[in-house]
């Protein structure tokens, strides 16, 4: 496979993780400003389709990444590299745990919503639990720091 070809399904990879990973902290930031548990269960939901998007991108992004390295002579033990390797095992592992947690509260809110639709003191605890909320943020700045290596390879 050519160079090119191989840039072209690592880009293709990382847009499908990033828009994906934008759209989820998107959905969850307006479950947030939501009050009623049927507005969130939606919300919260809808992030569920795109868990596939996610790691079908991520799984793009280090197969064609390491081949496309490997045909440009890049090495794998460069700093870059290993910090964007680092990065991508915090955002599997941390993705799981933030990602059971959401799953939780999405049920709490089904479970209401189905039992009268009234507001919770309960679901907004989960919604708002800082350590979610900082696991949520670190998943966007990890994104974020890839993304950076990817461009300028430092």
């Known amino acids: 496979m050519s160079v090119e070809w191989l840039l072209f399904l690592h880009l293709a990879g990382a847009f499908l993780y990033v828009s994906g ?8 930031l307006s479950a947030l400003q939501r009050e ?14 795109l868990v596939p998007v996610l ?28 910090a964007t390797f680092v990065l991508l095992g915090w955002i599997v592992v941390v993705g799981a745990v933030a990602g059971r947690q959401d ?4 049920e709490l809110a089904e479970q209401l919503a189905a039992k009268g639709n009234a507001a919770s003191s309960d679901l907004n605890r989960r919604l708002r639990n800082p350590l979610n909320l900082a696991l949520n943020a670190s998943l966007l700045v990890a994104t974020v720091a890839i993304v950076a290596l990817m461009v300028w390879k430092p």
Do not use: C, K, N, S
């Open 36 to 49: 009623r548990p049927a507005e969130i269960a939606v919300l919260l939901r809808t992030v569920r389709p």
């Open 21 to 28: 990973a934008v759209a989820a902290a998107a959905l969850r």
């Open 103 to 106: 799953r939780h509260t999405r």
């Open 55 to 82: 790691g079908i991108g991520l799984a793009m992004v280090v197969v064609f990444g390491i081949w496309l390295a490997d045909r440009q002579g890049i090495r794998l033990g460069a700093g870059w590299i290993t």
